[in-house]
Every structure is written in structure tokens, then in C-alpha cells.
């Protein structure tokens, strides 16, 4: 995964860097020590954690623990507060409370990313998500991609309005090998994180809206 948020990395904290791709190496932050390993085939881990040896100090764990339920708590009010409009946080709660643990949920990248991993509290589910921002039209191909490989179990797709309409067409697909898929498609009228950049960085607002067509009708006209 490559994590594109450098200044939350710790600074005093030394880096080990293991990847297949040698053009990956210190990209994001520079290593103190590279290893060009593909982890599936190799017991790179293994070893590493074998090195570093256990701990048995968990006060660590306890205090992250406990601002993590605090959190949640915070998470949850204020879900109940929007509960009297629909807002895209309360999807992804909604998502969380229906969908049956051993679904397979692919996430878009975007604002969507933000929303399933704060309101979403993962039991037995399986997440798809992208690491890299703005690699828009993911969560369509990732759910058929997961159908062809899971087809015993159910898939389904949560995405904005952005993402959706960029790969809408590969319904195509699912429709041509029969792939049943349950998707959430928020109406944004906006790319969110896009417009969030350009607000932080004093660039001016150019293409990040749009209006979306009615894709229930589109969709139905295709079937």
C-alpha cells in the first residue's frame, strides 16, 4: 500500500520498506532499510517480527482502545443528530447496520473512502479499498473482479456519484456474465476531495461540479 500522507509519519521512528516494484523504494518517505521482496513468496515478516521480539507492555494498545470507543461514541451521536436529513455518513451507517457480515464491500476512492472508514465498523467483512487518491472508478471493477474470484459470496459496491459515472459502462459486464451486485451510489454533485484540495491550496474552483442523470432509469434501460 502506498500511504500518501507523509506528515503523519513518524519522523524518529525508522523505516523498513518492502516491495515487489524497486520504483516504489522511498517514494513517500525516505528508508532506512529497502528490501526488493515480493512478501507472498517470502518470510520477510516473519523474520522481521522474530528480530524485534515481543512485547508485553499494553498500555500502548489500552489507551489507543479507549480513545478508539470515545471515538465511535462521538461518531455515533453525530449520526444521530443528521438523522433528520440524509446525509452520505448515514449510508455508510446504514450499510454497516444491513449488509450480512461475509459480503465483500469495495469501496470508491474519494470522499466515500473517508465515510466507510469512520462509520463503518468492520466485523467479518472483507474491504476492498485503493490507496492512491483520485484513482477514481474503482469500486465497480473491484466488485466484479471480487465476483469472478468469491462467486459464493455476496459483493457489493459503495461509491459517490464521481466514481459511479466514471466506470457506470462496466454494468456491461455484469450484466453479460450475469454478476449480481448490490451497489450504493451517493449523490454528490461534487468531486468532494478534489474541491477540498483546490479550497486548501487557494486554487480556483473549476470542473469539480457536475448534475448527474437519473441512474436508476439509465440502469433499467439497459437490463
Not at 523474520?47 to 498500555?59: A, H, M, P, Q, V
Not at 480513545?67 to 465511535?72: A, D, Y
Not at 450504493?184 to 476531495?193: K, Q, R, S, T
Request: charged share 30%; with cysteine; proline share 4%.
Amino acid at each position: 500500500m502506498i500511504y500518501p500522507y507523509r506528515q503523519f509519519l513518524p519522523n524518529e521512528a525508522k523505516t523498513v520498506h518492502i516491495n515487489i516494484d524497486p520504483d516504489q523504494m522511498g517514494k513517500i518517505k525516505l528508508v532506512d532499510v529497502a528490501l526488493l521482496e515480493d512478501t507472498k513468496r517470502t518470510s520477510t515478516i516473519d523474520r522481521l517480527i522474530s528480530e524485534i521480539g515481543k512485547r508485553y507492555d499494553r498500555n500502548f494498545i489500552l489507551k489507543n482502545h479507549d480513545e478508539t470507543i470515545r471515538w465511535r461514541e462521538k461518531l455515533a451521536k453525530k449520526c444521530s443528530d443528521m438523522r433528520k436529513q440524509i446525509m452520505p455518513r448515514i449510508e455508510a451507517k446504514t450499510l454497516q447496520e444491513d449488509v450480512p457480515d461475509e459480503t465483500i464491500i469495495c469501496v470508491e476512492v474519494e470522499n466515500v473512502t473517508e465515510w466507510v472508514a469512520r462509520y463503518f465498523i468492520s466485523n467479518e467483512r472483507r474491504f476492498i479499498f485503493f490507496p492512491r487518491l483520485v484513482a477514481m472508478g474503482t469500486a465497480l471493477l473491484s466488485t466484479i473482479g471480487a465476483a469472478f474470484e468469491h462467486p459464493e459470496k455476496r459483493k457489493a459496491a459503495f461509491a459517490d456519484d464521481g466514481g459511479f459515472t466514471m466506470l457506470v459502462r462496466d454494468f456491461n459486464t455484469a450484466m453479460k456474465y450475469i454478476i449480481p451486485i448490490a451497489t450504493v451510489a451517493i449523490n454528490n454533485g461534487v468531486l468532494g476531495m478534489i474541491k477540498f484540495v483546490k479550497e486548501v491550496t487557494g486554487r480556483p474552483q473549476f470542473g469539480t461540479d457536475f448534475h448527474n442523470p437519473d441512474y436508476a432509469i439509465t440502469l433499467h434501460a439497459a437490463v
